[in-house]
């Protein structure tokens, strides 16, 4: 079955920067749209950052534009979100989730395999 773990998260100052990790297994890991979501305590769940299949195509929710990278190394099974400049509104438990459908999608019903999410703390 697919297995994604997620590491990385950790705490910082504002300003700081963490990059994440999601690894996969259980499926052919190149052929699948990975994202980034997080989500605060008594809050929805919220799109971050996505990346096609071949990595042609990123997309970021405007909170994020200009801090945060998502990349990935199809020979590692990994997916990266390089996050710089990181403010307290920040803080959340961020989760990767992977997509098999042809069509990425950037909403987080569509998405069927989730981490176990990795908190990000970022104090001011």
């Known amino acids: 079955q697919v297995q994604l773990v997620e590491s990385g998260g950790g705490l910082v100052q504002a300003g700081g920067s963490l990059r994440l990790s999601c690894t996969a297994s259980g499926r052919t890991f190149s052929s699948a749209a990975m994202c980034w979501f997080r989500q605060a305590p008594g809050k929805e769940r919220e799109f971050v950052a996505a990346?096609?299949?071949?990595?042609?195509?990123?997309y970021y929710a405007d909170f994020v534009k200009g801090r945060f990278t998502i990349s990935r190394d199809n020979a590692k099974n990994t997916v990266y979100m390089q996050m710089n400049s990181l403010q307290p509104e920040d803080t959340d438990v961020y989760y990767c989730a992977a997509d098999w459908s042809p069509v990425i999608s950037l909403t987080r019903d569509d998405y069927e395999y989730w981490g176990q999410g990795t908190q990000v703390t970022v104090s001011s």
């Open positions: 990346i096609s299949r071949g990595s042609a195509r990123t």
